[in-house]
């Protein structure tokens, strides 16, 4: 069950209060001035000394401060945003973040209808229809609970209300809720134990989405893939006893105003053990996360089915898992990627570039795209440099890594370039083969290495990036609004850049 979201009804009745506040909101308060969250909370607390309940805790409305408090029965929380006075979407992190904190506290009072009230847009820079779907997303972010496994399913799925709203924010709030919901369907396909997700499962999923929201769905088989050609996509395939497939959703813009489409491509390795590099199982735990690149790429289709952008969009995610097998590739292996490329398997835990490198050549083949943005859990090295809370960004675009880079701080899930540079190029050539899979020690770089990798499989002049959410596709500290689990990173900035991309 999920949360739902809407308007603010004639009843003005609440099962519980949430209300994001400023510092001058609550000096005015204590003033006992009319202000606008007085004002507009006013039906719910009334007869209510809001005054004196901040009073008694010290509340002043900084960030980090709540206040919780239960007046007639009435849970009433306040949560902190302090004075709104850095850069927009720095003050919009600032709400999401006690938003989440408000949330949490109200989940232990399981009150059915919460009345939320936050702050006029202002201070975020943001038109109001963006603004409500902003802070809509945020709410079903935040209610994200990963239970099948546990024996106690026990969930909590409120009706959120926007105190002032009205019947024009509801598309708004539709928008919202469809990114939220689908950020939320690809966190359980990560969160989802390997022994229960693999590429069959994965591509049964697809299908689902592709029927409820009429997308095209196709799939290649592991078999054929490899007599098309996908001598790397195959290579990691076959180790697993869980075949290997490629999955492709298709929207198709009813009047696109540009020809070519935009092709997302997201890294699907359903459990990656390394493979014959098999990796110590300390640094494997986790590795069901592996497939949140596809699982992103599945949400934000799933997403522009619903918000129909002027614009047709390809989605491509190659599903496997990296296994040890009798069938598996060794290191030493040479394989051949669907553009003729010879590659030095030097170590079969870098597979993500193996799948990526046959699927980034069968979309320009067969679609010929406009542009392409690739996502994938691609290395530790861009884990270890940005940690939990930048996604790697590489492109040679300049314009791409501009507007990928704005995009991420707006949606709140963000990116920063690495250079793309050829200085380390040398670090992926192979001694018997056109190049290696693997960086090398005296470059380093992992994810730049990494990224030029993927290059050689870009034909010449195709607008491509490259995302690295190694480190921000699970387990964030310190953010309210996400849970341990996965987080469903990229889905907005993918979603965003597509709809801008039609702006334009
Ligand atoms: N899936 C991993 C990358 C990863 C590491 C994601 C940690 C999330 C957290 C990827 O397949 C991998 O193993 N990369 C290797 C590449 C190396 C062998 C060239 C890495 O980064 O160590
Ligand atoms: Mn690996
Ligand atoms: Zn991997």
């Not at 739902?4 to 506040?21: D, M, P, Y």
């Not at 004196?52 to 902190?80: D, E, R, W």
Request: with cysteine.
């Amino acid at each position: 069950m999920s949360i739902s979201v809407s308007i603010e009804s004639s009843k003005k009745t609440a099962g519980a209060v949430l209300a994001a506040v400023t510092i001058s909101d609550v000096s005015s308060s204590l003033r006992s001035l009319p202000d606008f969250f007085a004002s507009a909370l006013a039906p719910y607390i009334k007869g209510i000394d809001v005054a004196a309940v901040f009073k008694a805790v010290n509340f002043t409305g900084k960030v980090g401060q709540s206040c919780a408090h239960v007046a007639n029965g009435i849970p009433l929380v306040f949560v902190g945003l302090g004075d709104l006075d850095k850069k927009a979407v720095e003050n919009m992190e600032t709400l999401r973040r006690a938003l989440g904190t408000g949330y949490n506290y109200l989940k232990a009072t399981d009150a059915k209808e919460i009345m939320l009230c936050v702050p006029e847009p202002k201070p975020f820079d943001l038109a109001r229809e963006v603004y409500v779907e902003q802070v809509t997303t945020l709410l079903h972010i935040a209610s994200y609970q990963y239970v099948e496994f546990k024996k106690d399913k026990k969930t909590w799925s409120p009706k959120i209300s926007f105190v002032g709203s009205d019947k024009k924010n509801l598309p708004s709030i539709e928008n919202g809720t469809i990114i939220g919901e689908a950020m939320n369907m690809a966190r359980t396909l990560s969160d989802t134990p390997p022994n229960h997700m693999y590429p069959q499962i994965m591509a049964d999923k697809a299908k689902q989405i592709a029927k409820k929201y009429g997308l095209t769905y196709t799939v290649i088989s592991q078999e054929e893939a490899r007599e098309m050609g996908m001598g790397c996509f195959y290579s990691v395939a076959k180790g697993s006893e869980h075949e290997g497939k490629i999955v492709v959703l298709e929207y198709k813009a009813a009047n696109a105003a540009k020809k070519q489409p935009i092709a997302l491509v997201g890294k699907g390795v359903c459990f990656d053990t390394g493979g014959i590099s098999l990796k110590p199982s300390n640094y494997m735990t986790g590795m069901k996360y592996d497939m949140s690149g596809a699982a992103a790429v599945f949400a934000s289709m799933q997403i522009i089915a619903q918000l129909k952008p002027n614009v047709s969009v390809i989605g491509v995610t190659p599903l496997v898992e990296n296994m040890p097998s009798g069938h598996a590739s060794k290191q030493d292996d040479v394989v051949i990627a669907m553009n003729g490329i010879n590659v030095e398997i030097e170590n079969t835990d870098a597979e993500g570039r193996l799948i990526l490198s046959d699927a980034l050549c069968h979309v320009q083949k067969k679609y010929d795209p406009a542009v392409i943005i690739d996502i994938a859990t691609l290395t530790g090295s861009c884990a270890a440099t940005f940690g939990p809370f930048f996604a790697g960004l590489m492109t040679r675009d300049e314009d791409l890594a501009k507007e990928l880079t704005e995009i991420g701080f707006f949606v709140g899930d963000k990116v920063w370039p690495l250079p793309l540079s050829d200085e380390y190029k040398p670090a992926i050539e192979s001694s018997v083969a056109d190049i290696s899979n693997s960086g090398s020690q005296t470059y380093k770089a992992g994810a730049i290495t990494a990224a030029l990798f993927l290059e050689h499989f870009i034909e010449k002049g195709r607008r491509w990036a490259h995302l690295d959410i190694a480190g921000t596709d699970s387990k964030i500290p310190g953010t309210t609004y996400l849970g341990k689990g996965a987080t469903g990173t990229g889905i907005r900035v993918l979603v965003e850049f597509v709809r801008r991309f039609v702006a334009k």
